[in-house]
């Protein structure tokens, strides 16, 4: 008999999953509570390693594409100082294929290509252990039971209390995201300022970062040490108001750079939350975590890349599981896999924010040294 599979979840880990299995020629259900692939903008950009989430689209046969799209040409990355003065510019080489960026949108459609999802399918719980299987219930009261429920939804998973009593706890970080749009022709000092990658400026327990996306559109992240409720009062449909709170904490800094918040039309704020650096739980037959939902790290350009590479892997080892006993023990052994590789990448993450968003900006400079040596 087929296994009956789902993934809940069409991130990056939910659809590496499913794009691997459809390869091997198993059906798959994508579960995606969005209402349709378009229903909120897909977020910045990503860098795809060449072990990790490039290796993962190769598994899928999607190297190429990605190749087609990506911009090697991103993985610049500029340091300066608060009052303006450059500390760092590391620029590619033209044949370095390490980690080159991709809008989260385009990788998104890559992955999707042809993949039948379920949009507008929120789960709200899942119950192992049923005479039938997997009992996933939907916001809409429907039920359907499966054979493996795979939990790739993220932060605020709805498969993981399955698994797991872990909640994810804040960091004391908080990123307020804002954009940039046509940014070559309508900033141009700006574009000259942050150059074809990423721009970073680190102050005492401050940060502002910019990072280039494709077609001109840049993301901007004010990130700083602050209690979780540090916006009370604060009405985030007010832009000159948030931008107004935003200027006075970065007071002091450099003008030009100051311009990178200044120019922003609208803003978002998102408190950084992690899980514990070890999370892992007692094998459930019938359930699995990916990615965020199973070792949610800081935003260091791991979290992606560890997603899409699980989410591979699973699909493989299950592909290869002619019956119940065998994918029972093929994601067993997965889970042992993933466990040990992402422990080790959530203390890196870990001490990599401390180190970013520090009391010394001079630890931020060095954390880039060691990991991107000039």
Not at 142 to 150: A, G, K
Not at 165 to 175: C, D, E, L, V
Not at 263 to 289: C, D, K, M
Not at 290 to 305: K, T
């Amino acid at each position: 008999m087929r296994q009956r599979i789902a993934v809940v979840g069409a991130g990056p880990a939910g659809l590496a999953f499913a794009r691997v299995l459809h390869r091997h020629g198993r059906p798959v259900s994508v579960l995606e509570r969005d209402p349709a692939r378009d229903a909120r903008p897909p977020g910045g950009t990503l860098d795809l390693h060449e072990g990790m989430g490039q290796l993962a689209l190769d598994k899928a046969g999607l190297l190429a594409g990605f190749q087609a799209l990506s911009r090697p040409e991103g993985q610049a990355m500029r340091i300066l100082d608060v009052d303006g003065t450059v500390l760092r510019d590391w620029r590619p080489r033209p044949d370095d294929l390490a980690n080159p960026e991709i809008d989260r949108g385009q990788l998104r459609d890559l992955l999707l290509g042809s993949l039948d999802v379920q949009w507008g399918s929120g789960v709200t719980e899942v119950v192992p252990g049923t005479r039938d299987g997997v009992l996933v219930r939907f916001a809409d009261g429907r039920q359907e039971t499966f054979d493996l429920v795979v939990g790739a939804d993220g932060a605020w998973s709805r498969v993981r209390p399955a698994v797991s009593s872990a909640t994810p706890r804040y960091t004391g970080i908080t990123m307020v995201e804002t954009s940039l749009d046509d940014v070559d022709t309508r900033h141009p000092d700006l574009a000259r300022l942050i150059g074809d990658g990423s721009l970073a400026v680190y102050g005492v327990s401050r940060a502002l970062v910019a990072q280039r996306n494709s077609g001109g559109h840049v993301k901007v992240y004010a990130q700083f040490r602050a209690p979780l409720d540090w916006h009370a009062g604060l009405d985030w449909d007010d832009a000159a108001a948030v931008r107004s709170r935003l200027l006075a904490m970065f007071e002091g800094w450099a003008a030009p750079v100051l311009d990178l918040l200044r120019q922003g039309a609208a803003f978002v704020q998102r408190p950084l939350h992690v899980l514990p650096v070890s999370h892992t739980w007692a094998h459930v037959p019938g359930v699995t975590l990916l990615g965020d939902a199973a070792h949610l790290m800081p935003p260091l350009g791991v979290g992606a890349n560890l997603a899409m590479l699980e989410g591979a892997e699973l699909a493989e080892a299950v592909a290869t599981a002619p019956g119940p006993a065998e994918l029972d023990e093929a994601v067993r052994a997965f889970e042992e896999r993933m466990w040990a590789r992402a422990g080790r990448w959530a203390k890196i993450t870990a001490a990599g924010l401390e180190r970013l968003v520090s009391p010394d900006p001079a630890d931020a400079l060095a954390f880039f040294d060691e990991l991107q040596p000039s």
